[in-house]
């Protein structure tokens, strides 16, 4: 359920659970000359189990019916039917991602491999560079920059402040 209808739903069950509290507690005190106090306590304590359990009865069985539409949009997607996209839950998706999509290439091509002793030797070198960093509502930017790293080259990298 969503986060508003759980809401909804504890909010109206809390009000019907006071009211019913409420009524046999009235009529606790009602009774006061033919029942003991002992007994008075009992029954209200036994209306507020009564309370919670259902609440709690109502919430598992909105999620258990919650969860029956899952199971039944996942028997059409197992049969390759189609199902209503307007509700497409996690448990959907998986299944399409594990049985409708291609499969992608593998990350390593043997194929295209580079040689073992690949690089012999390396340099990075940035010329004319522009870059444009921002941040706080500045813009700072930085026009043909240059820059030669050759191996083995220690480049501390920092945000500009």
């Given at each position: ?27 606790a005190?009602?009774?006061?000359n ?87 030797r ?40």
């Amino acid at each position: 359920m969503t986060c508003t209808n759980q809401r909804w739903l504890g909010l109206r069950l809390d009000l019907i659970g006071a009211l019913l509290t409420f009524f046999v507690a009235i009529l606790a005190v009602a009774a006061r000359n033919t029942i003991s106090a002992a007994q008075a306590g009992v029954v209200l304590s036994y209306i507020l189990t009564v309370q919670q359990s259902f609440s709690w009865l109502v919430r598992q069985s909105a999620e258990v019916e919650n969860d029956m539409k899952y199971v039944a949009r996942i028997r059409c997607l197992y049969h390759n039917q189609r199902p209503d996209y307007r509700n497409y839950s996690s448990v959907e998706r998986l299944i399409h991602y594990a049985t409708k999509l291609e499969q992608e290439a593998p990350h390593e091509l043997p194929e295209e491999k580079p040689p073992g002793d690949w690089p012999k030797r390396g340099e990075l070198v940035l010329k004319d560079v522009q870059m444009l960093v921002l941040s706080d509502d500045i813009a700072r930017s930085c026009n043909l920059c240059n820059c030669n790293i050759f191996v083995g080259a220690i480049v501390p990298v920092s945000q500009p402040s």
